[in-house]
């Protein structure tokens, strides 16, 4: 192995942390590295510390404090990266209190400016107290199980980069799912003026509920992209910049001054008939706008392996303490529902069914 067991552990944080589809994944001084040569660098780096058996049953902590590392640095950024803009994203210490706060509530606010008045130079002023409230989140584990059987391992068919590969994406798309509830219960608590819902997509009923948002501070529009596809304005202001747009990646970016965000998406099961996130939302959100969506990462994330003595094979589990809730909803939040694009969408799922990555590598996540 060329690579001491720091430098490993840092490039298979790199490669976690790279975006595959980037000409340039990683650049050390003059040197610039796609991201299939960090990745085939990885994997043979892998292969020479645990890559047999004997290797395995040397090396095997080096593995465990390597996937706890990447699981433990990389998912709360994974998740920043796909949900930052609406969802406060932290971590805290093993055993440390959660506990998320916002500095003036909305109500404080609301109560501050009634006494703001006309006085006199030398009056006698009423006094208004700001109040700030906070909230604690429980966190709770998230993770699961891949079982690696005997003879594929010997056989070089499993390598432990699909161990990782499958833990990274299994807790992120665990959590994602934990968000889209949350969103839904976003949607439940925001007050009647501040939603919509109905049949297609309504340009004059969006433009009211961007004017309501528009008073807190210039909003941004975060929606899937199934539903910003529909987002298409009258025929007699679709521009050849719009339909080139449209033509090329199937939206468009800005609807009258106002950024139009993609969601990420993904299924919930093999046959891609359940998606996590609803298709039919449009969340309209102003800027500086408390964010009401609050994911906790509490501790490092924790590995071990069981040995089933009937085959050989062995299961190496993990997990991550996190905890995902609702907190301080914007006056100025609101939310479109295209019914069209929701219709058949069940959002009361929120299992990891499985997901395989190599020939007798078996991942199935749950949580609790």
Same mark, same amino acid.
């Given at each position: 192995?060329?690579?001491?067991?720091?430098? $490993?552990?840092?490039?298979?944080?790199?490669?976690?942390? @790279?975006?595959?589809?980037?000409? =340039?994944?990683?650049?050390?001084? +003059?040197?610039?590295?796609?991201?299939?040569? &960090?990745?085939?660098? &990885?994997?043979?780096?892998?292969?020479?510390?645990?890559?047999?058996?004997?290797?395995?049953?040397?090396?095997?902590?080096?593995?465990?404090?390597?996937?706890?590392?990447?699981?433990?640095?990389?998912?709360?950024?994974?998740?920043?990266?796909?949900?930052?803009?609406?969802?406060?994203?932290?971590?805290?210490?093993?055993?440390?209190?959660?506990?998320?706060?916002?500095?003036?509530?909305?109500?404080?606010?609301?109560?501050?400016?009634?006494?703001?008045?006309?006085?006199? $130079?030398?009056?006698?002023?009423?006094?208004?107290?700001? *109040?700030?409230?906070?909230?604690?989140?429980?966190?709770?584990?998230?993770?699961?199980?891949?079982?690696?059987?005997?003879?594929?391992?010997? +056989? /070089? +068919?499993?390598?432990?980069? *699909? =161990? $990782?590969?499958? %833990?990274?994406?299994?807790?992120?798309?665990?959590?994602?799912?934990?968000?889209?509830?949350? $969103?839904?219960?976003?949607?439940?608590?925001?007050? !009647?003026?501040?939603?919509?819902? #109905?049949?297609?997509?309504?340009?004059?009923?969006?433009?009211?509920?961007?004017?309501? %948002? *528009?008073?807190?501070?210039?909003?941004?529009?975060?929606c899937t992209y199934e539903f910003a596809?529909?987002?298409?304005?009258?025929?007699?202001?679709?521009?050849?910049?719009m339909k080139n747009a449209m033509w #090329?990646?199937?939206?468009?970016? !800005?609807?009258?001054?106002?950024?139009?965000?993609? &969601?990420?998406?993904?299924?919930?099961?093999?046959?891609?008939?359940?998606?996590?996130?609803?298709?039919?939302?449009?969340?309209?959100?102003?800027?500086? @706008?408390?964010?009401?969506?609050?994911?906790?990462?509490?501790?490092?994330?924790?590995?071990?392996? &069981?040995?089933?003595?009937?085959?050989?094979?062995?299961?190496?589990?993990?997990?991550?303490?996190?905890?995902? %809730?609702?907190?301080?909803?914007?006056?100025?939040?609101?939310?479109?529902?295209? #019914?069209?694009?929701? @219709? /058949?969408?069940?959002?009361?799922?929120?299992?990891?069914?499985?997901?395989?990555?190599?020939? /007798?590598? *078996?991942?199935?996540?749950?949580?609790?």
């Amino acid at each position: 192995m060329a690579l001491d067991k720091r430098n $490993l552990i840092e490039l298979a944080k790199t490669v976690a942390k @790279a975006n595959p589809s980037a000409s =340039v994944a990683y650049s050390f001084g +003059d040197k610039q590295y796609s991201y299939s040569q &960090l990745d085939s660098t &990885l994997r043979k780096e892998l292969n020479e510390l645990v890559g047999t058996p004997s290797l395995w049953r040397q090396n095997k902590n080096i593995a465990f404090e390597l996937i706890e590392e990447v699981l433990t640095e990389v998912t709360p950024k994974k998740i920043l990266e796909a949900y930052g803009q609406f969802a406060d994203i932290r971590t805290f210490n093993q055993g440390e209190k959660v506990i998320f706060r916002t500095k003036i509530t909305e109500a404080s606010k609301n109560r501050a400016k009634k006494f703001i008045t006309k006085v006199g $130079l030398a009056g006698v002023y009423e006094v208004f107290k700001l *109040d700030g409230a906070s909230m604690e989140i429980p966190t709770s584990a998230i993770g699961g199980a891949a079982q690696i059987g005997f003879e594929e391992y010997l +056989d /070089g +068919d499993i390598e432990m980069s *699909d =161990v $990782l590969d499958i %833990a990274l994406e299994g807790l992120n798309e665990s959590i994602y799912r934990e968000i889209a509830q949350a $969103l839904k219960s976003v949607v439940a608590k925001i007050q !009647s003026a501040n939603k919509v819902s #109905t049949t297609g997509f309504d340009q004059a009923k969006m433009d009211e509920l961007i004017a309501v %948002a *528009d008073v807190y501070g210039h909003s941004t529009i975060y929606c899937t992209y199934e539903f910003a596809a529909t987002m298409v304005p009258d025929s007699g202001w679709v521009s050849n910049e719009m339909k080139n747009a449209m033509w #090329t990646q199937g939206y468009i970016a !800005s609807y009258k001054g106002h950024n139009v965000v993609i &969601l990420p998406q993904s299924f919930e099961d093999s046959k891609n008939q359940q998606k996590v996130m609803n298709p039919g939302l449009a969340f309209i959100i102003p800027t500086g @706008a408390e964010k009401p969506v609050k994911v906790a990462f509490e501790g490092q994330a924790q590995t071990r392996e &069981l040995e089933n003595r009937g085959d050989w094979s062995r299961e190496i589990q993990f997990y991550q303490k996190v905890g995902v %809730a609702v907190f301080g909803i914007n006056n100025g939040i609101c939310v479109y529902e295209n #019914t069209t694009l929701s @219709a /058949g969408f069940d959002a009361t799922e929120g299992k990891v069914k499985s997901l395989n990555a190599a020939p /007798g590598l *078996d991942a199935t996540y749950t949580e609790g």
